[in-house]
């Protein structure tokens, strides 16, 4: 090769270019990730670089949702099984309560004592007590019905990104 063609492009494809790269964490920046490189003439249009990047970044949401999918599902199950364990926590609080009021009252009406029921201090601490476990496992309810459609939005966005890139 002489030093006065190595100035001249020898090809079409040797004209100058914008090199593009993109480096795109798969797993949420956990540690897997992708590079992905691609190219435009030097005096593309501004569409035509938007064009690249666009059909670049989609593709690397796909892939990002292919590795994510599987752990979307397990955390939506997890939540989905919190969810169950606390519905349960919460009926059993609530039971209780009714199981304590009724036992309350049978001792009073077995005691022969006359008027309203009145409860005794350890009696009051131990319905504090259950009330706060009532609305503990209410909350906790809540913020899982959040979490829930939190979950089930992102992978229904996820396998979206799947099918649509096939």
Known sequence: MDYESADKPSKVTDVPAIGV??????DEGVGRHLVFQTFVSRDCAPSELNYALDKVRKAADRQRAIVILPTLRGMLADKQQAIHNATEAHFEAETYKGLLHNKWAQDHRASERRGELKLSSAQVAEQAKVDQQIGSTKRDIDALKKEIVIFE????????????GE
């Not at 992102?154 to 649509?164: C, G, M, N, S, T």
């Open 21 to 26: 790269t993109l480096q795109y964490p798969l």
């Open 153 to 164: 939005r992102r992978v229904k966005d996820a396998e979206q990104l799947i099918v649509e």
